[in-house]
């Protein structure tokens, strides 16, 4: 379908740009390709290292992570990203599949053209594309959450189909907590629609939930699983400070034009969206509303939410597809309004695309040539990081132990350790300054280091006390330094 050769394409824009493609990309990528590698060689999530998010995606990414072990941490991550991207090819199949069995194989240009809109709108939809750049969580939960709602619309559902929709909602579930909106939307379809069936979709989500979690319920404890995958995200403070204004136009993909365009744009699609599926003949798809409530339980959640990054609107971008897809098939007897309408939307999605997820304004031709300077570190030598992306792309990653400690997320951790404190609007870095056991591992990591590879200066790290950065200055000078996206110091010990 040529729809996800354009997906694809634009995806996978940066990396062609110089030491990207194995390189540092984010932060978050490099946190859920290490712990991977952290599985893989037999310790436990929450148990014997910290993260933030359901346990399925540190199984998923496993095969990129097998690779890392053997051909090295840049190929491997490469791979984590190349598992990503075909998420996604299937994703914007799932979306044309779902349109097109919500609106039907009936007469009209209209109707026909659906799947392909809704296809389209996702495959360029920018939260979607920069969601799909690299290793994160939005492309795999929509896949499992799409997976099923495949299974739970079917009509008529059989019980196989709904104990295979509550499985793959507990799979999404299981990538990430914002999948929660796709449980509530499907209970409510199947009380509205199928009540017989909602046992054994209940029966499927306990299943998968068991598969998913239990391992981990079983090897953690309940307790501590609660507190770093739920209690963290329920408590953690306010993050970057961006408005509910700023959020909403991210979600629509006008977050890089002027407000007062971006609100004009999304104001006019609303209406057009309403004018369609309410007075046009013959009634849009019940199933539209099922997946207008998924986009609009999302887009409330994200308003709110006490943190907010512009990958987040990936998780958005596939019901907001599919209820422009459908919508538009509503339309029967208003092909030339929608064509027009839809094809003004999309070149301008497309361009805002182009502007806002690809642009090439250097955040990705200046990434470091970090394996350049990692050949200064001997290998297997104890290398201290504040992002463990730095140390993959420098393939100079090892699994934490008693001689060369080390978080795969220290921001997590500090998050973590934050649950049940009041945190108020200078969270970042005052929470962490006043982590008196956060320092203290800091410290105690850096200590063990032979060298230290951060994204800032050490001796001038915001989040570490003085303590931890006269520490430094005292014991380490600095061998390479370079800049890009993330920055990155390379730092030798002097002093023992």
Aim: charged share 15%; hydrophobic share 55%.
């Amino acid at each position: 379908m040529p729809v996800v050769f354009v997906a694809v394409v634009l995806r996978v824009v940066p990396w062609f740009k110089p030491h990207v493609f194995t390189g540092v990309m984010e932060y978050d990528d490099g946190v859920y390709y290490a712990a991977s590698r952290a599985l893989l060689h037999g310790l436990v999530p929450y148990r014997d290292f910290t993260i933030v998010h359901p346990p399925l995606t540190t199984i998923l990414l496993l095969p990129a992570a097998a690779i890392g072990v053997l051909v090295g941490d840049p190929a491997g991550m490469a791979a984590a990203r190349v598992e990503v991207l075909l998420a996604e090819c299937v994703n914007v199949w799932l979306v044309y599949r779902l349109t097109r069995a919500a609106v039907g194989n009936g007469e009209g240009q209209a109707r026909r053209l659906a799947p392909y809109i809704g296809a389209v709108v996702y495959a360029v939809a920018p939260g979607a594309v920069t969601a799909g750049h690299t290793a994160l969580l939005e492309p795999m939960t929509t896949l499992f959450a799409l997976l099923a709602m495949v299974w739970l619309l079917r009509e008529p559902l059989t019980r196989a189909g709904a104990v295979a929709g509550g499985a793959c909602l507990a799979g999404a579930l299981g990538v990430k907590l914002f999948a929660g909106v796709y449980v509530v939307v499907a209970a409510g379809w199947l009380l509205a629609t199928a009540r017989q069936r909602l046992p054994a979709a209940a029966l499927g989500f306990a299943g998968g939930c068991a598969v998913v979690f239990g391992p981990v319920l079983a090897l953690a404890g309940p307790t501590v699983v609660w507190r770093d995958v739920v209690a963290t995200q329920l408590t953690r403070p306010a993050d970057g400070g961006v408005s509910a204004l700023a959020r909403v136009r991210s979600l629509f993909g006008v977050g890089v034009i002027p407000t007062a365009v971006g609100v004009g744009l999304v104001a006019i699609c609303l209406l057009v969206f309403i004018a369609v599926a309410v007075e046009a003949r013959p009634r849009p798809a019940a199933q539209l509303w099922a997946w207008v409530a998924v986009a609009v339980l999302s887009a409330a959640s994200f308003a709110g939410s006490p943190s907010y990054f512009d990958h987040y609107a990936g998780f958005f971008a596939a019901p907001f597809a599919i209820s422009v897809g459908i919508a538009s098939a509503a339309a029967a007897g208003f092909e030339r309004l929608v064509r027009g309408a839809v094809a003004t939307a999309v070149l301008a999605l497309v361009a805002v695309t182009s502007i806002g997820a690809v642009r090439d304004d250097g955040r990705w031709q200046r990434s470091p040539a970090l394996q350049a300077a990692a050949r200064k570190i001997p290998p297997g030598a104890c290398v201290y990081s504040d992002a463990v992306s730095l140390l993959i792309a420098a393939d100079r990653f090892r699994v934490g132990d008693r001689r060369c400690p080390g978080w795969i997320d220290g921001r997590g951790q500090n998050l973590v350790w934050s649950v049940g404190h009041r945190h108020g609007n200078d969270f970042y870095p005052r929470g962490f300054l006043l982590d008196r056991r956060w320092q203290a591992q800091t410290l105690r990591q850096i200590e063990a280091a032979a060298y230290l590879l951060t994204r800032t200066d050490p001796r001038q790290t915001p989040e570490w006390n003085q303590q931890v950065g006269a520490y430094v200055a005292s014991h380490f000078r600095k061998l390479w330094s370079d800049s890009g996206r993330i920055p990155a110091q390379l730092w030798v010990r002097t002093r023992t």
